[in-house]
């Protein structure tokens, strides 16, 4: 990517001309109505006035400022960053769906329920679990339910001594904040050498006080946790639930079910898996898939299935212990569309090549990179590898230098500084969406990057050097907060 | 369709010199680590299917579907039908968008970056206030959240809702406050205006000690417009927020919530640009005055400069957020609905100064005309007689269903029951995308269902 000098970067505000229009619009075909009094009426609307074209243009330079999975290898570990399919973005506009309101009767929307009804059925399937929500908005909100499903599970017992929850030190930070919306005293745990829950501090956690643990399967080391049968039936038998974080299912799907090896809940980032766009940062989808002890207590609304005059019928509902309502509606339809479409396309055996692909990829880098960058864990990864530049640092070059190195080659950064317990962490996710040509030149250029922070520091910690801007200053920018033009 | 999926691009070759440089001899050793008895599991999931073949299933499941291309539609009450300008999709469809990840490496991602400092400015322009986030899930959860950083910053426990806002959104309200055991008053709006004018001994039960904030939606669910100045004294007489979740379309010419002084503003950008899609991906809007900002949830775009001087922009003040502060973080939340508040910001862009302020009179004017034709019909009345803007309440002569059903047969989809609120009442949503030629097919279709 090439630094377009020529596109000025004031803001659309700043670009304003008074009296240009950027729409067209009909004249008024009823008769004029009186308008409520002043004191009801703004004075003027400070917004911009722009032609089309200005915006076309506008918004098009923007969009070619940034990095994306169309233009960059983008190996953003636990993000999983893989290719949005085009046709994902069609059938999500056809007006069939598109134009379909959420208010209008069940009756009415037969097609998008059918739809509802068949993903959870494919994302109970695939987790190996009993029922499905697709209401959660994203990740996190799934996260907020399963713990919330988890509260209600205690509370509707009668026990409500269990105010704990177990998560450990290599969690996404979601998980705490999740946790701790829920209600819950949250308790870090410690990781093993192996990179594994501690089980001898979750022995010490298996208490009355314990409502549950939450465990990434995979975890954010890229590392699948062996004991993970053990620590569930230790969960179990100390009265608490399991809660798992679907966000590196891609390691998983077709290779094992989390449902099977006794998790109660597991969220899906339909954004990561399920090949749905990112959009800079949203919209995701954050399904939540349970066993048979959790079932009355998804989010509503669930759709269930009825036989009417021989017919299917789908409707809407909500389970009788339901959490309740995260949403204004029935979760974001557009991106359950094409996470569906997704599936429908690729099939069983499609779904069981991305987690094989996304796992070769994965090993082939560690194994490339493991005599030139720290390996922190020397086992065999799942769908990411974690790899330590702390030799890079010992010479004065941090992982964050390194990071942005890699943008100067064209490669968007891994995730940095992530999991908190690796030093100088470099998290790097392939996906199955990458040739191996892509991950060769990737290689070439970690190694590259090595040799140049041994020959010429500076090139790496005054990067990224090709980029539309240069390092940013993030300290003024928290100091002297500007955030709104 | 059987075979090798065209989103991969490792071949069988690939596959074996990539397991050769790993040094093991087959796929399955590199999933050694999952126990025997759970590898490999059947997975039923059906045959692939070809892109010719799964478009035309997908046609045929969407065609279903009675949608609002095919129906003349003036149903609202959250969701709303209004006409996006092409350029809308267009932009936001450009893959280095829509394919991008959350600006987490700046000087990779200033495009994104630079459309959410427009989107926080105009946000705020539009709705009165000093600072915005980069956009929240929906109105409903953005509410919900206004409510726990008024417990926040208030240090109170309890929050008052109006009655007459939208009961999705206090189920939302209620699922997220009630977990950290925030009490929630449902209150009618008499109850709380003109409170402090009563004498002493005489008072209703009004605010009740301990509350942090009073909602209200403006317009409200049913349609009106509050006595938004009065509920501000009221609040602010108590040390109470006054947080307001707003349509934005309709500040397009009413007074925005922050000229009456209200402390967080939120919203459901949906109407401005996003198709209605059965209910999402839409954006919530969340404002706040800037004494507040320490508190806001979400994330904060903000401009900066880089090492040769040259602006840039950045998240800032993420030490809210959960990726840094884990439990103690303002809230879990971890996306901002980027590519719909990109939507918002290229639709506002485009409506700009003028266009906004003249659709939502174009609303306004044809949903009035409606109304006073329809309350004009025998057996139909308005609810209120209380200022609206594009959604107002009938009392119909039959139950809405009824009369929703025959409209449905004239091509029409009617307004949203609200049988369980108004003896049976119909929610209506008049917007620019309804000829006055819809209009008097929807009054005449209602004449003859009494």
Redesign the interface.
């Given at each position: 990517m090439s630094a377009l000098p020529s596109f000025d970067?004031r803001?659309?505000?700043e670009r304003?001309t008074p009296g240009?229009?950027?729409?067209n619009?009909?004249d008024?075909?009823?008769?004029?109505?009186?308008?409520?009094g002043d004191?009801?009426?703004?004075d003027?609307?400070?917004?911009?006035?722009?032609s089309?074209p200005e915006?076309?243009r506008y918004?098009?330079n923007?969009?070619?400022?940034?990095?994306?999975?169309?233009?960059n290898f983008?190996p953003?570990g636990s993000?999983t960053?893989?290719?949005?399919?085009k046709?994902n973005?069609?059938?999500?506009?056809?007006?069939?769906?598109?134009?379909?309101?959420?208010?209008?009767?069940d009756g009415?929307?037969?097609?998008?329920l059918?739809?509802m009804y068949m993903l959870q059925g494919?994302l109970a399937?695939?987790t190996?679990m009993k029922g499905t929500s697709l209401a959660p908005?994203?990740?996190?909100?799934g996260?907020?339910c399963g713990m919330?499903m988890i509260?209600e599970y205690h509370k509707q017992r009668g026990d409500d001594k269990r105010t704990v929850v177990a998560i450990p030190d290599s969690a996404?930070?979601?998980n705490?904040?999740?946790?701790?919306?829920?209600?819950f005293e949250?308790v870090s745990v410690a990781s093993s050498d192996k990179g594994n829950m501690d089980m001898d501090r979750m022995a010490e956690l298996a208490s009355d006080r314990l409502a549950g643990v939450m465990i990434t399967q995979p975890n954010t080391l890229g590392?699948?946790n062996?004991d993970i049968?053990g620590l569930c039936d230790m969960v179990h038998r100390a009265g608490g639930l399991v809660y798992g974080d679907g966000a590196n299912m891609n390691a998983?799907?077709?290779?094992?079910?989390l449902g099977?090896?006794g998790f109660d809940v597991v969220h899906l980032n339909l954004h990561k898996t399920f090949?749905t766009?990112?959009?800079?940062?949203?919209?995701?989808?954050g399904p939540v898939c349970v066993s048979d002890t959790l079932l009355p207590y998804l989010?509503?609304p669930i759709v269930v299935k009825n036989t009417e005059n021989g017919g299917e019928v789908y409707s809407l509902e909500s389970p009788p212990d339901s959490?309740?309502?995260?949403?204004?509606?029935?979760?974001?339809?557009?991106?359950l569309?094409r996470a569906y479409?997704y599936?429908?396309?690729?099939?069983?055996?499609?779904?069981?090549?991305?987690s094989?692909?996304a796992?070769?990829?994965a090993?082939?880098l560690?194994?490339?990179l493991r005599d030139t960058y720290h390996l922190p864990y020397d086992?065999?990864c799942?769908h990411e590898v974690i790899l330590s530049s702390k030799d890079q640092r010992a010479k004065g070059v941090k992982g964050l230098d390194i990071?942005?190195r890699l943008?100067d080659y064209g490669f968007?950064?891994p995730t940095m500084y992530?999991p908190l317990i690796v030093e100088e962490a470099l998290m790097i996710e392939p996906t199955?969406?990458?040739?191996?040509e892509t991950l060769d030149a990737f290689i070439d250029v970690m190694k590259a990057i090595d040799r140049e922070v041994a020959e010429d520091p500076e090139l790496v910690t005054?990067a990224?050097h090709t980029?539309?801007?240069?390092?940013?200053?993030?300290a003024?920018?928290?100091r002297h907060?500007?955030?709104?033009? | 369709m059987?075979g090798?999926?065209h989103?991969?691009?490792?071949t069988d070759d690939?596959?074996a010199?990539?397991?050769k440089?790993?040094?093991v001899s087959d796929?399955d050793?590199?999933?050694?680590?999952?126990?025997d008895e759970?590898?490999?599991?059947k997975?039923?999931?059906?045959?692939?299917?070809s892109?010719l073949e799964?478009?035309r299933?997908?046609?045929e499941?969407?065609?279903?579907?009675?949608?609002?291309?095919?129906y003349i539609?003036f149903?609202?009450?959250?969701?709303y039908?209004h006409?996006s300008?092409s350029?809308v999709?267009?932009?936001?469809?450009?893959?280095?968008?829509?394919?991008?990840?959350?600006?987490?490496?700046?000087?990779?991602?200033?495009?994104?970056l630079?459309?959410t400092?427009?989107f926080?400015?105009?946000v705020?322009?539009?709705l009165?206030m000093e600072?915005?986030d980069?956009?929240m899930?929906?109105?409903?959860?953005a509410l919900a959240e206004a409510a726990?950083m008024s417990c926040r910053v208030t240090g109170r426990g309890r929050v008052a809702v109006l009655d007459s806002t939208?009961p999705?959104?206090r189920?939302?309200i209620?699922?997220?406050v009630?977990?950290?055991?925030i009490q929630i008053d449902v209150l009618d709006p008499s109850q709380v205006l003109n409170e402090s004018a009563r004498p002493e001994g005489n008072r209703r039960d009004g605010l009740p000690e301990d509350t942090a904030c009073l909602i209200a939606q403006y317009p409200n669910f049913l349609g009106y417009?509050e006595d938004m100045a009065a509920l501000e004294r009221e609040a602010h007489a108590k040390g109470v927020l006054f947080v307001v979740s707003a349509d934005p379309f309709a500040?397009?010419?009413?007074?925005?919530p922050g000229?009456y002084g209200a402390d967080i503003v939120t919203g459901?950008g949906q109407a401005l640009g996003l198709?209605?899609?059965?209910?999402?991906?839409?954006v919530g809007l969340f404002s706040s005055k800037m004494e507040y900002?320490r508190q806001m949830p979400g994330?904060?775009?903000?401009?900066?400069?880089?090492?040769?001087g040259?602006?840039?922009?950045?998240l800032?003040?993420?030490?809210r957020?959960?990726?840094?502060?884990?439990?103690?973080?303002t809230?879990?939340?971890?996306?901002?609905?980027?590519?719909?508040?990109?939507a918002a910001?290229?639709y506002?862009?485009?409506?700009?100064?003028?266009?906004?302020?003249?659709?939502a009179?174009?609303c306004?004017?044809?949903a009035?005309?409606a109304a006073?034709a329809i309350s004009h019909l025998p057996g139909y009345s308005l609810h209120d007689s209380g200022?609206f803007f594009q959604e107002f309440t009938v009392r119909c002569p039959r139950p809405a269903s009824e009369i929703?059903a025959g409209l449905?047969e004239a091509g029409i989809?009617g307004g949203?029951d609200v049988g369980d609120i108004v003896e049976n009442g119909m929610l209506l949503c008049v917007t620019?995308v309804n000829?006055?030629g819809d209009?008097d097919r929807l009054v005449e279709a209602l004449a003859g269902l009494t």
């Open positions: 970067r803001t659309l505000m304003s240009r229009i950027g729409s619009l009909p008024l075909d009823v008769p004029a109505q009186l308008l409520p004191h009801l009426l703004r003027d609307l400070p917004l911009p006035e722009l089309e915006l076309v918004f098009t923007l969009s070619r400022l940034n990095y994306s999975i169309d233009t983008y953003l993000c960053m893989k290719y949005n399919p046709l973005e069609e059938i999500a506009f056809m007006p069939g769906f598109a134009a379909s309101h959420p208010r209008q009767t009415q929307a037969q097609g998008s059918q739809l494919y399937e695939i190996g908005l994203a990740g996190a909100q996260e907020l919330l509260r996404h930070g979601t705490p904040a999740s946790a701790a919306m829920a209600g949250v590392l699948f062996n049968v998983l799907l077709g290779r094992a079910k099977h090896m090949s766009p990112h959009g800079g940062g949203g919209p995701g989808s989010p509503s959490i309740g309502r995260v949403g204004g509606f029935h979760g974001n339809f557009g991106v569309v479409t599936i429908r396309s690729l099939g069983a055996s499609g779904l069981e090549q991305i094989g692909d796992v070769i990829n090993n082939y560690l194994e490339a086992r065999r799942m990071a942005k943008l968007h950064s992530f199955e969406a990458e040739s191996k005054g990224p980029t539309p801007v240069t390092r940013l200053d993030e003024k920018a928290a907060p500007n955030l709104r033009g | 059987t090798r999926s989103y991969i691009p490792n690939d596959r010199a990539m397991l440089a790993i040094g796929l050793e590199l999933f050694a680590d999952i126990p759970y590898r490999n599991p997975l039923e999931i059906p045959s692939p299917l892109e799964l478009r299933e997908m046609g499941m969407a065609g279903e579907n009675h949608h609002l291309g095919r539609s149903l609202g009450a959250g969701a039908n006409f300008p350029v999709r267009a932009l936001i469809s450009r893959g280095e968008f829509l394919t991008a990840y959350t600006p987490y490496q700046p000087e990779a991602s200033q495009g994104t630079q459309a400092y427009d926080q400015t105009m705020c322009n539009l009165g600072v915005a980069a956009g899930y929906d109105g409903a959860s726990l939208s999705t959104y189920e939302v209620s699922t997220y009630g977990a950290q055991g417009i500040m397009g010419m009413l007074k925005p000229e459901e198709p209605v899609s059965f209910g999402g991906p839409y900002l994330r904060i775009a903000g401009e900066t400069n880089d090492s040769q040259r602006t840039g922009y950045v800032t003040l993420s030490t957020e959960q990726h840094i502060r884990r439990e103690r973080a809230s879990n939340i971890c996306t901002n609905q980027a590519l719909m508040s990109l910001t290229i506002m862009a485009a409506l700009g100064r003028h266009g906004l302020r003249h659709v009179e174009l306004y004017h044809k009035h005309y006073s200022e929703n449905l989809i949203l620019e000829t006055r209009i």
